[in-house]
């Protein structure tokens, strides 16, 4: 694997891994360098004073006395590396020759087809995203039944004939035989298909190439998996993996063909390029949501808030309609599963029961408040807990076997604490309540009765939080319910990051609910019954400030929390306690999702540069010296330039400066273009070449050869050249994108960010005042430079690259 | 007024007008060169054949035979002409040596307490939205009461006396009164309150200096002027009035002064620049759509979808906590109001009142989307009239006293219609209904029944739109309902576009529900009555359809409707039909705020750049030539290029090449920054001078004198200069900004816009391969070229600059 990067400033580089597959191996930790994040909180900024020397590239020399904000270089350590195997796409059109030809072949015919055309597909991915979420879903309720039907029969006979060990080993066998399937899936199968996949996504649209993310076998493996996750009775929601399917489907349906089944339909070929595909993939995070949850206006928000860097009105719409049509089909699928064929009674796979219309008081604020204040605590100490866990899977699980170990490890737990609880809390309520248990277990009751404890475990998590929300007032025993939350808390903090596809929304939203209802619980016997202290209200408030501050998503959660219980006259209350949730968790770490990107050391830019950065100069980060090409280049010197480096862009310039020696050079010639290497490796492959210096007369190579390639290009090492190829010459020009973006070398950080950030730019050169190539800025360049906003203090910090960056 | 344009190409200009006030004296329309707009649908794009014959430097002499996309020049039009008159905003930041030392200054304590800040204000914004909405919604109420309580009186005595015309002339006079204070307002206060204030809003927002947009005086003319509107019985809404109180809210407020009092508080001086003010604003308009309707989603998204040109993620977050504010205060005040204390129970200004929960079947599908296709129609026609209607104002509604007079005859109008209706149609019903009607009318109906015309007329049209979705299937007659959308459709087709405030969502709601629940009468009738069949519900899908097709938003608009109503239920149903309705719309025409915007020549930037502009390059359409001043520059020549050019932005060059003819020129020197307009006029009035032209050695005037001036500029009018300022010399390096973005003049048009318009830019320069300064693009050389999609057929344009432009 490549990288754009032209130099690694800080040589630390270690060799990168060769796939994602035998990641692992190639993690080289050194417990000395590790500092774990909240140590080095408030280091920091020693620059103000003035105390810190500068380096002399760093001050303007037109400015005497000038003091810049020096960027503190950070140890490596599991928060503080950023990985060097991730590639950015290509967001930047490039506006080549070959290009432009075919562009001029373009009318406004065929531009209203390729528009329509762009509606087509988003019906599709609708509809597809959609059929799979019903698969699953249909999936997990029928074999669940099968499951705790099995295990109710045996518990009922057991308890009789005092063999309980009996059922509860067979729960424990069933359960773990999923379990180990889910996770023989994910670490032997596709390892990119692990957790919930929307950091992924996340960082895939924001430029991030993250390798096998949209392939079939993922889109596969993921469904299969969190199936699986799911009947192996673990802490796992279905949701958070139905985003990363709704974006595979996108991906794999807008390119019109398979790589992987390698058939081409020869259709849908102009939206073969990283920027239409990203649009689609938008789309289809947002259906995954829709599907999932039966919020199709929640599904656009999710997207636009959590998922996308890059937004735009016009694929607003179409995201929308996206949205809608997997809300539609699924609920068309899902009421003719049920038995109403053309009615639209089943909104999603996640429907929380309609809620009734509870008012609320502006009384109630301040408990919501409270709430949401509760909520980002624990949403922060869950995610400082999960760190940890991940810290030390990332140091000491790191074979196949040990993955697949703990896994079953944790569902042993999982079943057991289960086991353990339905046996010694005797909880007994009576049967027949109007919200009917699904398995309702007698177990030491009396007849007539059955065990509450029993009934949070024996089914799904969904169902459990449906029952949070829609039981009675007295059919949780507080006791229960409490020691429900303890254990779940901290079974779904440990289940997070298992080598398995799972997501976090339904258990956050779990033991959101279960405290929540505690709370509910307790203000309905202060105020001995008051109509408004409704627990199930209390449980949902607390269910959204639990997972607000677990993920810290506002707005769209806002939505798809009302979507999904049909109620509005709540909304008020949720938005405050999620933004409340929100802001305190923000106090303390980032959310969970970032917190899982910056693990992996992704190189995700953020929305806006870090702050302060008007005094550090695109001269001071950029890379150098730069590995440039001549515009008609001798084809022995293209392949030892691929050969030899890594860099996945070269600028192309008029003059060669290139023979002198590279280190003191401060230029490398007058720009005329940028040329990337997967152009050059078409290049080479095709043989377009010529045998004078002067260039060719031939012409060029389509764009359709180019695009035929995309996005897997010719591997180097399989193209073989005589003596007479190499000794010939290759024409860059009409292939070189003649008008590549550039940024002064007196540019600030922050201009240089914007720039790149704004334009979804791989490449930036920097140039001198004559337009000479001087250095060159990428995405890791920039990634680098981070600013930490933690408890007031702000954390400027440079962080070293490193080979290790195992996904997510 | 002066232009950022460097040269005007065409040399059409005319002389602009000296402000907002008298813009009406600018006008000097040609009817010879008028062209409607949809005579040049087909014509166009006429080089693909490569008929056309090029203007030589728009081939790219390294493509011989080369055929680029011709723009073709439309005639000075109508919808075809850009205004000259209004200037850019200055979104990004000016990184010069002043700033630079300034933001050193800060630390990251100053920097957590500015972010905290900015939550502070937005809370302020929302509070303050929410009670100016209040206050006018409080406003309408009371004084309707006593409006049509008075009417009734006179009625129920004269119908006996047999005396009608004594209420008809009383009505009449009532309404012209409040209609002529309404008009007065505008029309002599301040004429850029007149309309929804949507549309200068977006060009707000866009980047467009609009000029007394956020004045105090407006927002005073904007909320006394609807209430006036609406009090005198004219088909419009106090709505989207709110769009803009809120955003004029949000610009005052986060400046911490108000020049048009005269104060300055001394605070939030660090929000004092145009991108800061950006992102209040945007919270603001969502405040405004979040108090008219107690929507707070729904305001987020509207502003997002229809206002925004820029999004963040960071932002989001405020403008959601600012929505919700709103909504939360309008709901204490309008609950404790109602005098019902404490409670949370009056959502919005429009409570639609809650609907129950009405499930819909698969086969309904098909019939919601025929009522987009009508919507999307209806909404066509009802653009292309008002657009007509407009135009003919344009040309014959000059001066104030005609406007004045025009709205009066509309007042007319709309009373002798309602009263004739009242009289002629004999729609008798029994009164006493469940929803009972404020102000029954018996006319000629028999004892214990009511003229149901009468009580459409009798009452605001908020409250007709809640009749028609709540009232009993029988209320009301098919005839009277379908000759009421007749009549009504056209008035409000009139009424928009006065001289008044008014809004366009409550007429085209209420025309909308009239002719959806006349299809769920029909449907009733057809299906004898069955359960899905309701009235209401086809009132509430008509209603979104009709707004839908006029104002071309569909997903804030179904949330908006979700969130007035209450019911979630049928929220596919509406996106259904909403998309539909857009769709269908867009094949005929743009949406009603757009077409304002292009009417009023308003140089907005479309989101993408225009298709198949990729032959087009910069030095095509940049402006030359180009005035630059030198690092340390003449006084006199600084006051004489001020003086003799109406140039924002001038490049700062190392060498002097400008003494040579400027015609022949094409390079203008090297490039070392760039100096505003506004910067200079603050530079002369401040006098930094000194006397040797090698620079001073004073220390530069501090960045908080140029925040000082903000937004207002001294006028360049008022300053004197003695002979020995003028022969003294400005040094201008600490001033200019060192790094401006440029653009090589061989990039391509798309490349520019995508970067001009990403970064918010106010001034591009266009630069040779050796870094000099050879042309200047700005807002209005971009926005001059446009693509019309139209019935699949696109145009290619390039709009001439005229001088008049009255706002919308």
Redesign the interface.
């Known amino acids: 694997m490549d990288t754009e990067t032209q130099t690694l400033i800080n040589g630390q580089h270690s060799k990168p891994n060769q796939g994602l597959n035998n990641a692992e191996s190639g993690i080289n930790f050194d417990a000395t360098q590790f500092q774990p994040r909240v140590r080095d909180r408030h280091i920091s ?1 020693g620059s ?1 004073n003035g105390a810190v020397p500068l380096p002399e590239n760093n001050r303007d020399p ?2 005497p006395g ?4 020096v960027f503190r270089r950070l140890p490596q350590g599991m928060l503080t590396t950023l990985s060097s195997q991730f590639e950015s796409l290509d967001y930047e ?1 490039c ?1 080549n ?1 070959i ?2 030809e075919e ?2 072949k ?4 065929s ?2 087809k390729q528009n329509a055309t762009r509606w087509v597909v988003v019906f599709f991915i609708g509809v597809c995203t959609a059929l799979i979420a019903c698969t699953i879903d249909i999936c997990v309720v029928e074999m669940t039944k099968i499951k705790y039907g099995f295990l109710k029969k045996y518990i009922e006979k057991c308890v009789k004939e005092n063999c309980l060990y009996i059922p509860y080993l067979q729960w424990l066998g069933i359960s773990c035989g999923f379990a180990f399937l889910a996770s023989v899936l994910v670490t032997y199968g596709e390892p990119v298909a692990a957790g919930s996949g929307i950091p992924l996504v996340k960082c895939y649209l924001n430029g991030i190439n993250v390798h096998r993310l949209h392939r079939l076998k993922t889109l596969f493996v993921k469904a299969a998996g969190v199936t699986c996750s799911v009947l192996g009775g673990l802490a796992v929601g279905k949701e958070g993996p139905m985003v990363h399917s709704g974006a595979a489907v996108a991906a794999g349906l807008s390119q019109g063909k398979s790589t992987s089944l390698g058939f081409d339909f020869g259709i849908l070929k102009e939206f073969r390029c990283d920027q239409e595909k990203r649009d689609f993939v938008t789309g289809g995070a947002a259906a995954g949501v829709a599907a999932a949850f039966g919020a ?2 929640g599904g ?2 999710f997207s ?2 959590e998922g996308s860097s890059f ?4 694929i ?2 179409r995201i ?2 996206c949205s ?1 049509v997997s ?2 089909t699924l ?2 699928v899902l009421s003719t599963y049920h038995g109403q064929l ?4 089943y909104d999603g796979l996640l429907n929380f029961g ?1 809620f009734p ?1 509870i ?5 109630e604020l301040p408990i919501f408040i409270s709430m949401g204040i509760i909520g980002g605590l624990a949403g922060a100490l869950f995610n400082q807990l999960n760190y940890h866990i991940s810290v030390f899977r990332r140091r000491f699980i790191l074979s196949r076997w040990a993955k697949v170990l703990e896994v079953i490890i944790v569902c042993s737990v999982t079943v057991s604490i289960g086991f353990v609880m339905i046996y010694f809390v005797n909880d007994c309520k009576p049967l027949g309540a109007k919200d009917a248990v699904e398995f309702p277990i007698q177990m030491f009751c009396e007849d007539g009765q059955f065990n509450a404890v029993a009934a949070m475990w024996l089914q799904t998590p969904e169902a459990s939080v449906r029952a949070l929300f829609h039981d009675q007032p007295g059919t949780h025993n507080p006791l229960s319910v409490g020691m429900f939350f303890i254990t779940y808390f901290f079974l779904s903090c440990w289940t997070y990051g298992l080598s398995i596809s799972s997501g976090i929304f339904i258990p956050a939203l779990l033991s959101g609910a279960a405290w929540g209802r505690l709370v509910g619980l307790g203000l309905y016997r202060i105020t001995q019954g008051a109509a408004w202290a409704d627990p199930g209200k209390y449980a949902l408030i607390g269910a959204a400030s639990q997972l607000g501050g677990i993920a810290r998503v ?2 769209s959660l ?2 798809i929390l ?2 999904t219980t ?1 109620n ?2 709540l ?2 209350g949720l ?2 306690t999620l ?1 409340t949730a ?1 802001l305190v968790g923000d106090c303390f770490n980032s959310g969970i999702y970032d917190m899982n990107v910056q693990l992996a050391g992704l190189p995700m830019l953020p ?2 540069s870090p ?2 950065c ?2 550090t100069q695109a001269q001071t980060i950029m890379s150098k010296p730069v590995v440039v090409l001549k515009e008609v280049e001798r084809v022995s010197t293209v392949i030892s330039v691929l050969e030899d480096t890594r860099h996945q862009g070269f600028p192309v310039i008029f003059e060669d400066r290139f023979s002198g020696s590279q280190a003191k050079q401060t230029s490398f010639g ?1 720009l005329r273009g940028l040329i990337l290497r997967s152009q050059l490796k078409i290049l080479l492959k095709e043989k377009p070449f010529c045998s004078s210096p002067t260039g060719s007369t031939r012409s060029p190579i389509p764009l359709e050869t180019f695009r035929m390639y995309y996005p897997r290009y010719p591997a180097f090492e399989d193209i073989h050249f005589t003596e007479e190829e190499r000794a010939s010459y290759l024409d860059l ?1 009409p292939y070189l994108n ?2 590549p ?1 550039t ?2 070398k ?3 950080l ?2 240089t960010f ?2 790149f950030r ?2 979804g730019l791989r490449h930036l050169i920097v ?1 001198d ?3 000479e190539v001087v250095g060159m800025i990428t995405r890791k360049t920039l990634a680098r430079y981070r600013a930490r ?1 933690c408890c ?3 954390d400027f910090v440079e962080l070293p690259l490193g080979g290790h960056g195992v996904p997510l």
């Open positions: 900024y103000i037109e400015m000038q003091q810049t904000v059109l506006e020759k290009f432009k562009e001029l373009k009318n406004p015919c531009l209203t199709p206006i656009v928000l636009l808030e937004w735009n009105q016009n607003t719409w929308f309609f809608m809300a539609f609920n068309v053309g009615m639209l009674a309609k219309d008012p609320f008081a502006l009384l506002t707005l806002a939505v009302i979507e049909g509005l006259s909304g008020l938005m405050l933004l929100k929305w806006s702050p302060m008007h005094g007058a020009r003649p008008t973006y940024v002064p007196h540019a600030s922050h201009r914007q720039l704004a334009l140039t005042d004559n337009n906003i007031g203090a702000i």
